[in-house]
């Protein structure tokens, strides 16, 4: 009776363990780049810009980060009968010293983007960071 009552726990445990694990690859997976790309046409933010140059965005401290890609999507949108430019940056950062220190470095630029009244949002999941205005980066999200 003990052996049937460990056998289940076991089991329990190993499914537990295998849901989570597939959670995590499911969430690694909707970041991917292909996936946001695919997001982002959708929503019709064409023809992403590759940037070379990360150090014109996030400052000089760049070059001593790898990055595997970083693109910035555009998008011109009508509001109040105005046009306007919504963006966002995706950098797709090779390590998590890489991811953490691109989060901090968007996070003080939303700060300082702020005293001009420009309201911008950042997103980290694992060694993908974004940061753009919120309808873009809710795009490049899926939500």
């Not at 445990?13 to 695919?38: D, E, N, P």
């Not at 590759?50 to 790898?66: C, M, P, Q």
Request: aromatic share 12%.
């Amino acid at each position: 009776m003990k052996k049937k009552t460990v056998l289940i726990a076991v089991a329990l445990l190993l499914v537990a363990l295998m849901m989570s694990v597939t959670l995590t690859g499911c969430l690694r997976f909707g970041m991917s780049q292909s996936k946001i790309l695919v997001r982002m046409e959708k929503q019709g933010y064409v023809n992403p810009q590759y940037l070379v140059n990360v150090s014109a965005v996030l400052g000089k401290d760049a070059t001593y980060y790898t990055f595997t890609d970083v693109m910035k999507f555009e998008k011109v949108i009508e509001v109040e009968e105005e046009l306007e430019v919504s963006w966002v940056y995706v950098f797709f950062c090779s390590d998590e010293k890489t991811a953490n220190w691109t989060k901090e470095t968007v996070d003080e630029l939303r700060a300082e983007g702020l005293e001009y009244g420009i309201a911008t949002t950042t997103y980290q999941n694992r060694l993908t960071v974004m940061w753009g205005l919120h309808d873009a980066l809710t795009a490049a999200r899926g939500y």
